[in-house]
């Protein structure tokens, strides 16, 4: 078997851990990804040199030809079209070719109803920085799935960011804070911006500044050993103004909020596996 790694469905997710691979040493020549438009196939294949891109429109059967010896697919369409794509490639999939789904909310026991008895899936939950290799992967190994499989597994993943082994039964946690996490800074970014306007800075000025505080604060979390609450603490003069503006915020109870928030996040998750239940059923 080869060394490609297909990825079938190239949204956002997929063309991340893509990056991801290509940003770690991975060659551009063992990868494939399917769409659904020319123009989309067409930039990725831009964007990502040396990867083959192939549309669905051109090619009805891109995601069988893409499927056909590669060592690893990665699914990575909305969950609502996972079956029927487990389905379609059923078929053609060598009994060692590892499958991989990053769909939100889709168990492993969705998938493996749809794809040949035997086949080694596992469940991924990657996040969107995983472009830039620091992203956050999740992998959940399904039933057939060798400790072998997994390995090999979390050493291509691994080129895209910190891969962390855990039970299916954590993944909706997680996908509340690493999966979903992401848009979190943003919206913090976004918040810190328009306060910077409020308080009369130039927009594109508290914008920038907004900007480069978030990006500089997470490149001193990702400084090995780093602890969120040792450097809050650190910028935290007693009786200073960074003081008066974390107890404004435990006044109108942010970190309550931030909880909320993963809660219905992780809820969510739960409800569309059900749906995904029910629609198949």
């Known amino acids: 078997m080869s060394n490609r790694i297909a990825f079938l469905g190239c949204g956002s997710m997929n063309e ?17 990804a399917t769409v659904r438009r020319p123009e989309r196939a067409a930039e990725l294949a831009q964007r990502h040199h040396g990867i083959t891109a192939i549309a669905g429109a051109e090619d009805p059967e891109n995601n069988r030809n893409a499927a056909i010896g590669s060592a690893m697919v990665i699914l990575g369409v909305k969950p609502v079209g996972i079956a029927a794509l487990a389905r379609e490639i059923a078929p053609v999939l060598s009994p060692e070719t590892i499958v991989v789904s990053v769909a939100a909310a889709v168990s492993l026991a969705q998938l493996e109803a749809e794809l040949p008895e035997g086949q080694p899936v596992i469940r991924s939950m990657p996040n969107t920085p995983s472009r830039l290799g ?22 291509v993943l691994a080129s895209a960011g910190t891969v962390v082994e855990i039970p299916e039964e954590q993944v909706n946690a997680l996908s509340a804070i690493s999966g979903s996490g992401p848009a979190y800074a943003f919206y913090l970014a976004e918040a810190m911006a328009a306060a910077g306007v409020e308080l009369g800075l130039d927009a594109e000025l ?4 907004a900007r480069e505080t978030v990006a500089g604060a997470g490149m001193m979390l990702a400084e090995p050993g780093a602890d969120p609450t040792a450097l809050r603490k650190a910028v935290t003069s007693p009786k200073g103004t960074t003081e008066r503006a974390i107890q404004a915020f435990d006044r109108q109870g942010i970190p309550a909020s931030i909880a909320a928030g993963a809660r219905a996040a992780a809820d969510r998750a739960a409800e569309i596996t059900g749906e995904l239940d029910q629609a198949t059923s």
């Open 16 to 32: 991340a851990i893509l990056g991801g691979l290509i940003q770690g040493g991975t060659d551009p020549a063992d990868i494939v």
């Open 206 to 209: 508290s914008l920038l500044l």
């Open 134 to 155: 620091r992203g956050v992967l999740s992998v959940s190994a399904g039933t057939h799935c060798t400790p072998e499989q997994l390995q090999q597994a979390k050493d």
